[in-house]
């Protein structure tokens, strides 16, 4: 090794303390701001409410429902995870947008990977701002306890998790290239998949050729998987492998995609032109 390498450590590495500066910078944004924590917690809570009290009416009067107690809590919890988690990746993004110093970041010494990864913290942590008291609420009104889903849990909230971030390098991609004209790809984007991924109701509802379409979408085996546990108290297993498969060429896609569009953005001047 020499002396270069031993002064100043692999040039390519992937420094923590750049990453943990980034994540220090988001987080001190966030916690000084009172409407940022509110509107984290407020959507999350008044979307739990709406429908838990919907199922409770609709399961006093169909037998179904009330012996799938849960299926419409848990679709409304889980869908915020995979929401949110795209939300919390684009919104750490824009911050940078909307005080134009994503040019200045990208001049640093901070690694395009490194910032990459500092998003995804950042995405978890606003997610946990808003779910955990959603899920407390989910126990106290309807007793639906999500953490009661033990391991399969784990193996929902990665998957999610995963699509999420892939739907938010996507998104900030686009933003990226095309400037904030494009900023409602992040408020929107993943709607697009509401009803592909049957939330709210088995992929056998949908017509032959859209079950296609919704098989090639990893949340469509978590919602189906979160349907089998709470239905026939089975933990599907294979779902859950399928849908990581899936998310692992989806999040390389997605990540290729982000890097061809900073390039391009690069190439024609938009990290310092991000009007409309």
Known sequence: MSGVELRHGNPNAIALH????????????????????????YWPVLQ???????????SQNAGFFAKAGGTFIGA????????????????SFLEEMWSKNLGNL????????????????????????????????????????????????????????????????ISSGLVLRNG???????????????PLTCVYYPVSVLPEWLQVVAWMLPPTY??????????DQVFRADLMIQALAINAALFAASTVAFLLLLKSARKHGSLVQSGE
């Open 76 to 91: 409304v919890i889980l869908w915020d995870i995979l929401f949110r988690g795209q939300l919390g990746f684009s919104m």
């Open 180 to 194: 904030m004209g494009a900023e409602g790809l992040a408020w929107t984007l993943m709607f697009a998949l509401l």
């Open 18 to 41: 750049r990453i943990g500066a980034m994540i220090l910078r988001h987080w001190y944004l966030l916690t000084s701001s009172w409407p940022r924590l509110l509107e984290l917690i």
């Open 48 to 58: 739990l409410i709406t429908w838990g009290f919907s199922q409770a009416y609709i």
């Open 106 to 169: 990208l001049m640093s010494p901070l690694k395009v990977s490194e910032y990459l990864i500092s998003l995804m913290v950042m995405s978890v942590v606003r997610l946990a701002v808003g779910v955990i008291p959603m899920t407390i609420l989910a126990i106290a009104f309807f007793g639906f306890n999500l953490f009661g889903f033990g391991f399969a849990l784990v193996a929902f909230f990665c998957n999610l998790i995963f699509t999420s971030w892939s739907f938010g390098l």
């Open 222 to 231: 978590v919602f189906e998987g979160m349907r089998a546990l709470l239905i």
